[in-house]
């Protein structure tokens, strides 16, 4: 079978939010080739990416592509990829050079790309993300989450994603509820449940992510996970100990006044997807609706905020 690939040149902070856009326009896998990644000092055994040559990799930002198949209209693809850029930018994202290319490629080139380079990733003091072909000898104390980067959009070690499970592996107990929104491949999710969740509510509104996160589910054979279609936290009638959401930090804001209702006293939220020229508003609209700022975590450009319901 052949393969529309739409290669977009973009800014690392674009990546997330564009890699999920991508998934609701139909796209069957995201590759991503970061200028960042080459120079990286992978520490003892660990490591996202092992043996790379430096001409696969832009000299700046970061290459994003996606593929499509069964595609009618190229033109009509790509615009459609306009669009979206321009509305995260409108969002206050970096889209960067912006540039856009097609091609047409076969099944083996893209979908057998990850198994080059991908490797077992510790990304929090216990959480290791697995490709599901790689064997690999667990060390004690360690969790693993299995991931297939073709079906789950991305390995899990996004920023954003890595400092959402820093602050779940700090502030989550065992037995407590747990509701993640915006779940995306299900990573948190699968990651609560690791970390002793007695029930994990996962929901998003886009069916396709819901289908990505079941199949996740599946795969790390998780029993508490509950995968849902849903609106942010509208129409939720039950309580959690926890709440997090890596998403946009203005869809983050649209959630706000939720999070009192469905959080039980004492309860912890955990935001990420924040851009560090959004902190200000999203710990602002924490605190209007009545919540404790009690940690805030940054890697490179992004933030996530733990914040706790008195």
Not at 1 to 26: C, D, F, N, P
Not at 50 to 75: M, Q, R
Not at 157 to 175: A, D, G, I, S, V
Not at 253 to 259: A, F, V
């Amino acid at each position: 079978m052949k393969w529309l690939e739409i290669s977009i040149h973009t800014h690392e902070e674009a990546v997330e939010a564009l890699t999920e856009r991508l998934q609701t326009m139909g796209a069957g896998g995201v590759s991503i080739e970061d200028s960042v990644t080459v120079d990286q000092t992978i520490p003892g055994n660990y490591g996202e990416i092992i043996a790379l040559n430096p001409a696969d990799y832009p000299e700046d930002g970061v290459v994003l592509k996606s593929y499509f198949s069964e595609v009618g209209h190229t033109d009509q693809l790509v615009q459609e990829v306009e669009k979206c850029l321009l509305e995260l930018k409108g969002y206050g994202l970096n889209i960067g050079i912006n540039n856009i290319q097609t091609s047409w490629v076969d099944d083996e080139d893209w979908a057998n790309a990850w198994k080059t380079y991908y490797k077992p990733t510790r990304v929090s003091d216990r959480l290791v993300i697995v490709p599901v072909w790689e064997e690999y000898v667990l060390q004690a104390g360690e969790l693993p989450i299995y991931l297939d980067p073709g079906m789950a959009f991305g390995t899990g070690t996004h920023p954003t994603t890595r400092l959402t499970l820093q602050l779940m592996e700090k502030y989550l107990n065992e037995n407590q509820k747990v509701i993640d929104v915006g779940c995306g491949s299900g990573i948190l999710s699968i990651a609560a449940e690791k970390l002793g969740a007695s029930e994990v509510l996962a929901l998003d509104l886009d069916p396709v992510a819901v289908k990505n996160a079941q199949e996740n589910c599946e795969q790390n054979d998780t029993k508490r996970v509950m995968v849902k279609e849903g609106n942010l936290l509208q129409g939720i009638g039950t309580t959690s100990q926890v709440i997090v959401a890596n998403i946009l930090a203005e869809i983050l804001q649209q959630m706000m006044y939720d999070l009192p209702r469905v959080l039980v006293p004492g309860g912890i939220f955990i935001g990420s997807g924040i851009i560090a020229s959004k902190q200000e508003d999203v710990v602002k609209g924490l605190q209007e609706v009545g919540l404790s700022v009690i940690e805030i975590i940054t890697e490179e450009d992004w933030v996530a905020v733990a914040a706790k319901k008195t």
